[in-house]
């Protein structure tokens, strides 16, 4: 019991009896000099860590008041120019325009688009991950040379991860919503039409997406694009896709929609497995 009344008598530090019972009242105001002292004393006190917070005495380094402007968030231009170059460079490539084994300087491909070499090193380096060029030390960008094994081995990929999907979708996705991709197999037959490989390349992606993304899963829609772009890379001994192969393929792209439109499986599917076996044409 005197332990008990012992323990219930012990005050939290820098405490008194009178400021326990009536903090606000018990404390006499000070006079003026007494409160200029008091500031001059606690200015000169060093700041006090709190755990989990900032140090007392002092404002954490970049924090701003009420009465202070944050610093304005300025617009960076540099990743749409990037962007640009990278569209660009990426036409160039599948035009034939770029050739295999060739090498290509920053400094050089700036001047022909009108910017520094920056975006355009900034731009060949992803071409260098997506595997389109190879880096050469105090030089610049070689353009990969590619053999037909490599885009036959494209191909069986994207074989292997796109054709049960398309088989799925076929005995799954309404008719409504196959129509509505109508105009995205229209534009791959314009533009092989016309023989524009850079403008095939977008449309025959931007309608093989829209298909797999019916499946909702997002991540198989950015694996496959990311091979169907590799295998749009230029063969080193073939550096521009002939217009009719361009048209045989975006036919395919018709008749395919055609089948599954029409809930025709057996078509859907001997269509779907002949696509993917003239990938690597």
Do not use: K
């Not at 202070?68 to 034939?96: C, K, M, T, W």
Request: with cysteine.
């Amino acid at each position: 019991m005197e332990q008990g009344r012992a323990h219930q008598q012990v005050r939290p530090p820098y405490t008194s009896t009178a400021s326990a019972a009536a903090p606000s009242a018990a404390a006499p105001d000070r006079v003026p000099g007494q409160a200029r002292a008091q500031r001059a004393r606690d200015e000169r006190q060093p700041a006090v860590q709190v755990p989990g917070g900032q140090p007392r005495g002092e404002r954490a380094r970049g924090e701003h008041t009420h009465c202070e402007s944050p610093v304005p968030r300025v617009v960076v231009q540099r990743h749409s120019v990037r962007g640009q170059i990278l569209d660009a460079l990426r036409a160039a490539l599948v035009d034939g325009e770029l050739l295999p084994g060739q090498v290509y300087s920053a400094p050089v491909l700036g001047a022909r688009f009108g910017v520094s070499a920056t975006p355009v090193r900034e731009a060949m380096q992803q071409l260098a991950i997506e595997g389109a060029v190879e880096v050469v030390p105090n030089r610049g960008f070689r353009v990969a040379e590619r053999g037909p094994h490599e885009l036959a081995e494209l191909a069986e990929v994207r074989a292997l991860i796109e054709v049960p999907v398309m088989l799925r979708l076929a005995r799954t996705v309404d008719q409504a919503r196959w129509t509505a991709l109508r105009p995205l197999a229209d534009a791959t037959v314009a533009a092989a039409a016309v023989g524009d490989r850079a403008s095939y390349a977008e449309s025959d992606r931007a309608f093989h997406r829209a298909v797999l993304a019916l499946s909702g899963n997002q991540q198989l829609v950015i694996v496959a694009d990311d091979l169907h772009r590799r295998s749009q890379w230029p063969l080193g001994h073939n550096p521009a896709t002939r217009r009719a192969d361009l048209l045989a393929d975006a036919v395919e792209h018709t008749a395919l929609l055609d089948a599954l439109i029409a809930e025709d499986l057996p078509v859907v599917q001997s269509l779907v497995r002949e696509h993917f076996a003239g990938a690597d044409r």
